[in-house]
């Protein structure tokens, strides 16, 4: 989630109204900085939350993994005053995802005993998280529906027009292995259904990426599994 509160939602104009109040809740809780370099983890899967993180700018991937152990990268996000840690700090539990740094990056780090006692003080921050979490829910269950009950052509396909159409929380990634861990499969299958994608004339692969070739049939090709 973000300190600044989401532009929509059933709370927005109050969220609006005290969103100082909270970053100025948040950061009175604080109790040190430190630098990470790319590579470095955030958060691990599995470990006990020990504070939250703040992230002012940089950009971090999110992954978790399965006993067998595959792995599902959720994709990478452009932080902006991104708080990590939120969902295990109010269901105390241990850390879900593993979030690592995508390159050099500031970390914000935020008591977990200052923050209890100051929610208490003005419960009616705790909006702030109830919105947030509410609609990164809402996000993370389209990723997951989509990947679960459609064919990853379908997932591809509509993840590049959701690219191109609006200003996507979540990245992928420039490595093969990665983005097919972010679709739930294998770098194999992954690259049979790219190239399927492009024997149907449905996109191009470029130094840049994959990127739409006919836009119009593509949407059909969408169409076709509604």
């Avoid at 300190?3 to 100025?24: C, E, M, V, W």
């Avoid at 990470?36 to 983890?41: A, F, I």
């Avoid at 692969?205 to 969408?222: M, S």
């Amino acid at each position: 989630m973000r300190i600044s509160p989401y532009t929509s939602g059933r709370f927005q104009s109050f969220l609006n109204d005290k969103r100082h109040a909270f970053k100025a809740l948040i950061y009175q809780c604080q109790v040190g900085t430190r630098y990470v370099d790319v590579g470095n983890e955030i958060l691990r899967q599995g470990e006990k939350l020990e504070h939250l993180y703040v992230v002012p700018l940089g950009r971090v991937s999110m992954s978790i993994s399965a006993a067998n152990g595959r792995r599902f990268q959720l994709g990478e996000a452009d932080c902006d005053y991104h708080i990590f840690g939120e969902m295990e700090y109010f269901s105390k539990t241990p850390c879900q995802w593993t979030v690592v740094a995508a390159e050099h990056l500031q970390l914000d780090i935020i008591c977990l005993t200052a923050l209890t006692q100051a929610l208490y003080l003005q419960p009616e921050m705790m909006f702030f998280f109830a919105a947030a979490l509410a609609e990164d829910y809402q996000d993370s269950m389209d990723i997951y529906t989509n990947r679960l009950l459609h064919p990853i052509t379908y997932n591809i396909a509509y993840d590049l027009l959701m690219q191109k159409e609006t200003s996507a929380a979540l990245g992928g990634f420039d490595k093969v292995n990665q983005e097919a861990e972010r679709f739930g499969t294998s770098g194999r299958v992954y690259r049979r259904a790219v190239r399927d994608l492009i024997d149907k004339g449905l996109i191009n692969k470029t130094e840049q990426g994959l990127t739409i070739i006919d836009e119009d049939k593509l949407r059909a090709f969408l169409a076709h599994y509604e």
